[in-house]
């Protein structure tokens, strides 16, 4: 699995982004060719490499003439419109629209009247598309991120002067650990926000990795402290090496209606928690109760919380970061003797691997065919451990 680590330690913007991409290896008529597929016009951009200090990236930027504000009804069409392949179109709209809540919610105006004027300018839809793009291209699967510096002072917008980070960047930002680290100027653009968050649920140190290239994007503060740079790791994940940091929520209840878990259970998993569970214990004064057990990534902590207070009698959770080190794995869909059927691929080291028939598909076969469950089952792992 492919995946990039995002070092923000001066921030990020759009073309701190996209010059890290160029850096990463995006070729720039690729990029070009990519770009020339929607209807934008009056633009042009050119990249280089400069330095910050030390340390080399690189510079990109856009110059254009007169543009006019747009709507995002406007973006979305012209992006809808467009000849770029769906993927890249379904998350370019994707990140816009995350833009257009944000400034909605700040200016209390409906989605559909959200003039964008600097994040919808025609540099930061260049941003964006060639962002996506570029994590297309080098082919990102996973994406990880350090903590952000949020900057601070001002910055002066078609609103006016508004606080560092600015009000649509900070409601991107919601549930991202951030930082001080005491420079008072604009480290987090709304667009960098955007592009960052649409792809990233990870937020903390380095995961492992075998490294494969850096890549430095450079801002356009040439002598700022610390060097105003993005650097993005980019390498696999191999077997076992594979961490994430995740929360487990627990909470004891003694109090509540047996055939309320199975909502309960629902409810929680439709919100995309990774497991859930019941286990039973006997508790205080010796009174049988259950022990609820959720494992979810960081970013759901609030909504799993005010989850399980809504929908259970319990007064209090307790929750605790753990590591869980997973196998790299894929689900393929294979043609067996039975019929097609999904199976989990898990690596393990060395070439090694290990087939898992999905459940459900195995369970269709045997129901379908008459034969049993555990007979279709073992056949296909068999069949699959030697296909695959």
């Known amino acids: 699995m492919k995946i990039a680590y995002f070092d923000c330690f001066s921030g990020i913007s759009g073309d701190m982004i996209l010059g890290a991409m160029l850096d990463l290896g995006l070729p720039e008529d690729h990029l070009r060719q990519e770009l020339s597929k ?14 910050r200090g030390a ?43 995350r833009l257009a809540l944000a400034e909605a919610h700040v200016h209390r105006v409906p989605l559909e009247k959200v003039h964008f004027h600097e994040v919808g300018a025609v540099d930061s839809i260049v941003d964006v598309v060639g962002a996506v793009v570029g994590m297309e291209y080098l082919g990102v699967e996973r994406v990880c991120s350090s903590p952000l510096p949020t900057g601070g002072g001002w910055v002066k917008t078609e609103h006016g002067l508004l606080p560092v980070p600015a009000p649509a960047t900070v409601m991107l930002l919601k549930d991202v650990p951030l930082y001080d680290n005491g420079v ?13 968050t649409s792809y990233t649920r990870e937020f903390g140190p380095l995961p492992q990795m075998r490294l494969q290239a850096v890549g430095y994007g450079a801002g356009a503060h040439s002598s700022a402290s610390p060097p105003n740079l993005l650097r993005v790791l980019l390498g696999t994940e191999e077997g076992v090496q594979v961490k994430k940091t995740l929360l487990l929520a627990e909470a004891n209840i ?33 009174r049988p109760g259950i022990l609820l057990r959720i494992l979810f990534d960081p970013f759901l ?48 080291s060395q070439g090694q691997i290990r087939a898992i028939p999905e459940y459900e598909d195995c369970r269709r076969i045997a129901v379908a065919s008459g034969k049993p469950l555990l007979e279709v089952y073992e056949d296909i792992r068999l069949y699959s451990q030697n296909m695959v």
């Open 38 to 51: 929607t209807a934008l016009s009056g633009y042009a951009w050119e990249a280089w490499r400069e330095s």
């Open 55 to 97: 340390i080399s990236g690189m510079r990109f930027r856009v110059t254009h003439g007169e543009q006019p504000s747009r709507a995002f009804p406007e973006i979305r069409q012209m992006i809808g419109e467009s000849g770029l392949s769906h993927t890249i179109r379904d998350k370019v709209l994707e990140i816009f629209q």
């Open 184 to 196: 008072t100027r604009e480290l987090v653009t709304p667009t960098g926000a955007a592009v960052l």
């Open 254 to 286: 003694d109090d509540m209606n047996p055939e309320l878990y199975d909502h309960v259970f629902e409810r929680l998993l439709a919100l995309g928690v990774l497991d859930v569970h019941a286990i039973p214990v006997h508790m205080k004064k010796n």
């Open 301 to 348: 902590k609030e909504k799993v919380l005010q989850m399980v207070f809504q929908e259970t009698t319990t007064l209090g959770v307790r929750i605790a970061p753990v590591e869980r080190y997973e196998l790299e794995r894929e689900v393929l869909r294979i043609e067996t003797p039975h019929g097609p059927c999904r199976v989990k691929v898990a690596r393990i």
